[in-house]
Structures are given as C-alpha cells and as structure tokens.
C-alpha cells in the first residue's frame, strides 16, 4: 500500500529481474509542490553507502552524472568538487544515519534534495517531520524499497 505522506515507493516485483518502480507523486516539503519519481533526469547524484543495484530503478531518465562514495570520505571539499543536485542515501548506514548525514549536507550549505532509502516504516511521516525539524531548509523525503534500506544482502 502506498504511503499516505508521498514516499516513493520502490516495490520487488515477482518473477525477479528489476524491480518494479511506483512512483506516487512526492510531496517535496521544503518548495511546497509535488513531483513525480526522484526527477534525476539531467541531475547529478551523490549516492552515499550504497552500490549501483541500490538505486538503479529509481534513476529513470538517467541522471548526468552519479558518484558513490562513503559517508566516511564526505566532506564540505568532496560535496563541492561533486556538486551533486541530489543525494541518495540509507536511512540508516553502517556508521551513519540521515540525520548524520542531513548535518554534514547542511555545513556544506547543500541546497539540492536528499532521499533516504528505507524499508516500510510504521510513521514514515513522523521520520520526515524528523529530518525536517532537524535540518530546515532541507529538501527531503523517503523512498520505500522493501528492502532495508540499501544492501542488506538479501
């Protein structure tokens, strides 16, 4: 069932292969409009923690540029060489969590969207609220994938 708060969701579908890519339209918070999917075409994404597999469904049209890269190796100089127009990453990392990563972006004075890939969560919106008390002026929002948050090895 799809998230009442706008969450893209990103739901396995059966028979393996690719998984199927719902996109409701998102409720971006801080510009106050809705869009549809993550909007990475033409874009250039920063993808932390994560590998290709990850967020390859949701990168269509494909963006101009992707970088990956550990949170560990993201500073104020690495988000200013990249000069990403979005950010992807989980929920929760191996040694992070977006709120984590929401202070980092914020001290390098990020004004691009950032997406937090996670599992189903019981009050997705009480996570938004979260993030946005926590980091104001930021662009955020969840994106469901089924899985946990990025490589969880099954």
């Not at 060489?81 to 004075?109: M, S």
């Not at 969560?121 to 089924?146: K, Q, S």
Request: hydrophobic letters at 45%.
């Amino acid at each position: 069932m799809d998230d009442p708060g706008g969450a893209i969701s990103v739901d396995g579908g059966g028979g393996g292969g690719m998984p199927d890519v719902d996109r409701p339209a998102r409720h971006d918070v801080a510009a106050g409009t809705a869009s549809a999917g993550l909007g990475a075409g033409g874009a250039s994404v920063l993808a932390v923690d994560l590998v290709a597999g990850d967020i390859d469904a949701l990168l269509t049209p494909p963006p101009r540029a992707c970088v990956f890269v550990r949170f560990a190796k993201l500073t104020p100089d690495f988000l200013a060489l990249a000069a990403p127009d979005i950010v992807v990453a989980p929920l929760f990392g191996p040694d992070f969590d977006i709120l984590d990563l929401a202070d980092r972006l914020a001290e390098a004075a990020f004004a691009g969207r950032l997406y937090a890939l996670t599992a189903p969560l019981p009050r997705p919106d009480a996570v938004r609220a979260e993030v946005l008390n926590h980091a104001p002026g930021l662009a955020f929002d969840l994106v469901v994938t089924g899985r946990d948050g990025g490589r969880d090895g099954g």
